[in-house]
């Protein structure tokens, strides 16, 4: 089943914060994340294994909640380049692809 | 950077025809998938491979067809092309790294049947 992303769009200024949030109904084993800029392909950003993983790159981090199948991405003082589609794709397997949820556009505005 | 490759990146095509999208990885990962993409939609997982002569359906049902013949080549095949079938395609693969699988994406097809 497909995971539940929130919120659907955002628009943020320059140096402003965001949250996107991604739950599954389903047990997960692990959940990714992507950022797509129109007309490419989606990017790998980063991977949550169970046991309440947080990581970090740059100013983008996350953190993932496997008791509550929940998974969330924090953008901190956020940059032009941050803009685009976010996908987050919960595994519910160690084998099949990943399940993404609808997307969460991201704009950035100077 | 990733060597996954697809083609053609655009093809235009009338209903009907028979096509294949071409992907092909250098890295070597066991995994493969096919993902399909309406503009500015989300992705659904079409088809996946463990592995050579692998190959399973995925979450979002599909009139194409895959194989896995190689390793790096897992082709993407419909026989019949119809209207609906327009969309993007992406392919991706993943190697396994301590259970971690990141999942590599090529270019896209970008498929219009009239």
């Known amino acids: 089943q497909q995971p539940v992303q929130s919120p659907q769009a955002v628009i943020l200024r320059e140096g402003e914060d965001a949250v996107i949030n991604c739950s599954s109904s389903?047990?997960?084993?692990?959940v990714h994340w992507y950022r797509q800029k129109h007309g490419e392909a989606p990017i790998f950003l980063m991977i949550l294994l169970k046991g309440g993983e947080q990581k970090g790159h740059d100013k983008i981090s996350a953190s993932f909640n496997e008791k509550k199948q929940q998974s969330s991405l924090y953008l901190t003082a956020s940059q032009l380049s941050y803009s685009g589609t976010y996908f987050c794709?919960?595994?519910?397997?160690?084998?099949?692809?990943?399940?993404f949820g609808k997307g969460t556009h991201l704009i950035i505005q100077p | 950077e990733a060597d996954i490759y697809q083609t053609p990146r655009y093809l235009v095509i009338g209903t009907g025809k028979k096509i294949t999208l071409e992907c092909s990885q250098t890295?070597?990962?066991?995994?493969m998938y096919w993902y399909q993409q309406d503009p500015g939609m989300e992705l659904h997982l079409i088809h996946y491979s463990y592995g050579v002569n692998s190959t399973e359906k995925g979450d979002l049902s599909s009139e194409s067809t895959v194989s896995r013949i190689r390793t790096e080549h897992f082709p993407l095949t419909l026989e019949s092309a119809r209207p609906s079938h327009t969309s993007q395609y992406l392919c991706?693969?993943?190697?396994?790294?301590?259970?971690?699988?990141?999942?590599?994406f090529g270019p896209g097809t970008r498929l219009l049947v009239l």
């Open positions: 389903k047990a997960l084993y692990s």
């Open positions: 890295m070597g990962h066991d995994k």
């Open positions: 794709g919960p595994k519910r397997g160690g084998a099949d692809g990943l399940t």
């Open positions: 991706a693969s993943s190697g396994s790294t301590s259970g971690k699988e990141t999942q590599y």
